[in-house]
Structure formats: C-alpha cells, structure tokens
C-alpha cells in the first residue's frame, strides 16, 4: 500500500510557476498543495490565478491549499434574506469599500470569541496591504456612528473575487458588507466569488459547493480578464 505523495516544498526564491496542479492536492487535509514559497504579490496573485490559497498559523511554514469541494457564491444567487434587507434599511448602518483596509485587516486578525490566536499572521497582513497598495486586494465595510463594525476583505482577479476572510462587531455587520461585495460585483462583471472552505454560514447565504475540477474550469477564463 503507497501512502500520499510527499508534500512538495518550495524555495522562497523559486519562481511561482513552480505551484503545482491543484489536483494533486491531498484528500486530507483536504487541498494542501504545497509548503514554502513567497508572500510576494507575484506568487499570491500567480496562486489565486490557479485557484490556490495561503492559509497557516503562526510558526507554520506558508501552507498553499486548493480544497475539494470549493465554497463559491454566485452574485445572482446570492440569499438575501429578510432580516438582512431589514438590517440593511433599519440599523443605520453605512458601506464603504476601501476606506479603511488596514482596520479591515486588522478586525479579521482579532481573535474570535473562544480562540487564542489568529491564522492572519504579520506577514500575511504585509502581504495583503501590498496587494492593496497594488489595487489588488478590496475590503467592504460596514460602519455605525463613525465606526467600522464589521468588513471583508479579498482579491478581486478579472471576474472573481477571491475572498479571505470577514469579521462582525455588530448584528449582521459582515453580512451587510458581504450585500455590498454582491452589489459591488454585478456592477463590475464579477461572475464568481470564491468562498474557499464550505461553512453553514456560508450556505445560508446562498454559497454552493462545487467540485474543484469544475471551480477551476470556471476560474480560468474568468482570471483571463484581469489587466
């Protein structure tokens, strides 16, 4: 009996090409791809394009993923349910995109209630501010009173919208922002956001489960229009 292929490690000078094909990703943990590499916009950006992710902990090497299935929410399918529309018109709340992506980053890093650490490390809150820098990477924003309660951020490539991670401080608040992101998307030709893991939350919100072949046969002519 041959266990799984040995994990394939990269070298942080490596050129990014060298990410390998998502479908030989492990069964378990479901879509661990590769280790090492680079945090540099040419290696996430090379990533994203193949439907690959960072995601690690702290004193983790960089850990590349492409799970199967993929979690994708289509802005035409999109669940907006009552309580949200009434959240929407009756809280008080306001959206903003980019105004403040550091404080984004940073309400994604907080620590969830019950948790001791963050998987948005240093370096990946680097990483990402230099893809925003870069006109890459988008937060949408939900604000009461003069303060951000709650957001998301990602990568937006061509038609997709890569979306990494989103926090709440306030009843609904990275819903209401995920409103804006799908209203945000049928307005800029976004076809596809990319969820990455499935989660019930996900789902209530219209998020489907597709097969990874399919994710990237979607993904690749989609990414294509990206300038």
């Not at 590349?64 to 009756?90: C, H, M, T, Y």
């Amino acid at each position: 009996m041959t266990g799984p292929p040995p994990l394939l490690w990269l070298s942080p000078g490596d050129d990014p090409s060298r990410l390998p094909d998502p479908a030989g990703a492990l069964a378990e943990p479901n879509g661990l791809l590769a280790a090492g590499g680079a945090l540099t916009p040419e290696w996430l950006l090379a990533a994203y394009r193949r439907g690959i992710f960072p995601w690690f902990g702290p004193g983790q090497p960089i850990l590349w993923w492409s799970p199967d299935p993929r979690a994708v929410i289509e802005p035409e399918r999109f669940k907006r349910s009552k309580s949200l529309g009434q959240s929407i018109r009756n809280r008080g709340y306001e959206t903003a995109i980019d105004r403040d992506f550091a404080a984004v980053l940073a309400g994604c890093a907080a620590p969830r209630a019950g948790e001791s650490g963050t998987w948005i490390t240093p370096s990946m809150r680097r990483a990402y501010q230099e893809l925003h820098r870069l006109g890459r990477a988008h937060s949408f924003e939900t604000w009461l009173d003069g303060a951000l309660v709650g957001g998301l951020y990602g990568v937006r490539l061509g038609g997709v919208f890569f979306g990494e991670s989103m926090f709440s401080r306030a009843r609904d608040a990275s819903k209401v922002a995920l409103a804006r992101l799908v209203d945000w998307a049928r307005a800029e030709a976004v076809e596809l956001i990319d969820c990455q893991l499935p989660t019930p939350h996900l789902a209530s919100l219209g998020a489907e489960n597709v097969p990874r072949d399919r994710f990237l046969a979607r993904l690749a002519p989609l990414v294509a229009r990206a300038r």
